[in-house]
């Protein structure tokens, strides 16, 4: 990423919650990264080693979800509801920040509230407008339509019905994607890599397969456990159905598993971690948006399970946020 003199890129730099710290140099900014996964890993008793933080561009982020209300659409105010109205986002991918103009018109016919969760595709943009208890009209439903073949809408649901589909997508609505394409190469090269030797493994909380797939092609047998989702459907043979927080997979579910690759959202997995530290699985590839739950669930691992933990990798996938993503890779 270009280094930042500390100079805001944005005018809503300040009011908009989306952003914390465009007005930090850059140096300054990745060693608070730092410092925040340092003391996440030392407050769990752990002294981390810690690799230089790989940082993504700006401007690539493919996903997002905007509040509109009363015509105006945009992210909510730093610890507020308020809206701060967006004609452009310079954190998105071009595609998207272009995009909130004609939203704005899209919001304005709407009128009332809620949320629209748009996705950049090669297929062009994936889109979900999200309100409570209402039902789009006729005339919304044309609007609507007409609104997507204008504006390249491969897919547009209202509260889950589908109002457009262009195309089939390999994915199911709001399904979990990375949250940008360059992340996510950098994410599944250090997965394949760490895990090059593996023979039978099983990805938990695998969402649409980012992981599943690549590790496949590698000639590795492969199962991607995740809660229902069209998207699992979609990996066929390769994915299972298993909420895991409620039904972890057990110890001895593990046996003839040599590599279990993790993905857990923000709250973690310390059930399917204690599970885990208790099988004979040699090798475990943790991926994490929250340094603070992964570093408990690592505590868990290295203390009940006798892993060692190797070097983390951070991903700056989060530019000018306080998240950040993790690579872990432990072994026996």
């Not at 300054?28 to 769990?44: C, L, P, S």
């Not at 039902?135 to 491969?154: C, I, N, S, Y």
């Not at 509260?159 to 589909?165: A, D, T």
């Not at 809660?227 to 459907?233: E, G, Q, T």
């Amino acid at each position: 990423m270009e280094t930042n003199s500390g100079v805001p890129v944005c005018r809503h730099f300040g009011k908009c919650g989306g952003c914390l710290y465009q007005d930090l140099p850059y140096e300054v900014y990745i060693q608070k990264k730092e410092n925040f996964i340092r003391r996440a890993f030392t407050d769990q008793g752990i002294e981390a080693e810690i690799n230089p933080i790989i940082s993504v561009p700006f401007g690539t982020r493919r996903r997002a979800t905007f509040a509109f209300r009363k015509g105006i659409i945009g992210f909510n105010e730093t610890k507020s509801h308020q809206i701060i109205g967006l004609d452009a986002c310079p954190a998105l991918v071009k595609e998207l920040s272009d995009f909130l103009i004609p939203l704005k018109g899209l919001a304005q016919n709407l009128k009332g509230s809620g949320d629209i969760a748009v996705l950049s595709t090669p297929f062009g943009i994936d889109m979900h407008i999200k309100r409570t208890g209402t039902a789009p009209t006729l005339a919304q439903r044309e609007f609507l339509a007409d609104f997507a073949l204008k504006h390249q809408v491969a897919r547009l649901l209202y509260n889950g019905e589908p109002i457009v589909q262009k195309i089939n997508l390999p994915f199911a609505p709001d399904s979990f994607l990375q949250p940008s394409a360059e992340g996510e190469k950098v994410l599944v090269d250090l997965v394949v890599k760490c895990a090059s030797d593996a023979r039978n493994a099983v990805d938990l909380f695998c969402g649409a397969g980012t992981f599943t797939r690549p590790l496949a092609e590698q000639g590795i047998k492969i199962i991607g456990y995740d809660i229902a989702s069209d998207s699992l459907h979609a990996l066929g043979n390769l994915g299972k159905e298993r909420d895991l927080f409620r039904n972890p997979l057990l110890a001895n579910e593990f046996q003839q598993v040599d590599t279990v690759v993790i993905d857990p959202p923000r709250a973690g997995a310390l059930q399917q971690c204690i599970q885990l530290a208790q099988s004979a699985v040699s090798k475990i590839i943790m991926i994490s948006c929250n340094p603070t739950t992964c570093a408990r669930d690592i505590r868990i691992l290295m203390e009940k399970g006798a892993y060692k933990l190797n070097p983390i990798t951070p991903v700056d996938q989060f530019v000018y946020t306080n998240h950040i993503e993790l690579f872990c890779c432990l072994s026996r």
